[in-house]
């Protein structure tokens, strides 16, 4: 079962993951992953843009290699997209599997592709304006575990 | 021309219009000289990525774009 959604509205991540561990009978293990707009008292807002020709097909292309590289039962994959207020939840990723593993591992592998290497960019809100954000070392570091 | 992350904000809008050449299709030089000076010394980064009708090029020297077709200017994308 494989769910690769980028969505335009607040979601709740909650309402995802029953229906998807619902849709992998027999599996072994579930893992998930949320993240939220971390609450900092200078950020009003975070702003997601993406290029829609390569954004969502960039994830997809993402999961195809998730697939090859863990034994998967299914793969959700739920990223936002516009403003969002802290609190709110940007990414999902839940990975079913037979065995815990290659479940852990599949969302550890998304999440770092997607932080540092998937089609969006962001910008910040603070009380003197939007403050675009630039790539970070950690990020690098980050695809280099794989 | 569609501009992405920072580049959206020194054009002032998110795309742009350039004038087809009526000879060569438009090349990489040709898309610089085509910019506002700002700009065109952003796009210069060699970090930024090229899109021509919605595909990514290896090497944005390699762009030809015909009238009519999308180049999109990718800077680096934001980290976590």
Known sequence: ?146 | MVLLGKLADLAGAPTLTLPAPSSAPLDWDGVIAALPPALAAAAGDPRNRVALNGALLADKLALHAADGDEIALLPPVSGG
């Open chain 1, 1 to 146: 079962m494989r769910d690769i959604r980028l969505l335009t509205q607040t979601f709740f991540p909650g309402t995802l993951i029953g229906p998807f561990t619902q849709a992998n009978p027999g599996l072994g293990g579930v893992c998930t992953f949320v993240g939220e707009v971390r609450p900092d008292s200078e950020v009003e807002a975070l702003e997601l843009s993406h290029y829609e020709p390569l954004t969502l097909p960039g994830m997809h292309a993402l999961a195809d290699r998730a697939f090859d590289r863990f034994t998967l039962m299914g793969l959700l994959m739920v990223h936002r997209v516009g403003v969002l207020h802290p609190g709110e939840p940007i990414v999902c990723v839940s990975a079913a599997a037979r065995h815990r593993r290659d479940a852990i591992d599949a969302v550890d592998f998304c999440m770092d592709h997607l932080k540092s290497a998937a089609w969006f960019w962001k910008r910040e809100k603070r009380a003197d304006g939007w403050h675009w954000i630039e790539p970070r070392a950690d990020d690098t570091r980050d695809l280099a575990r794989w």
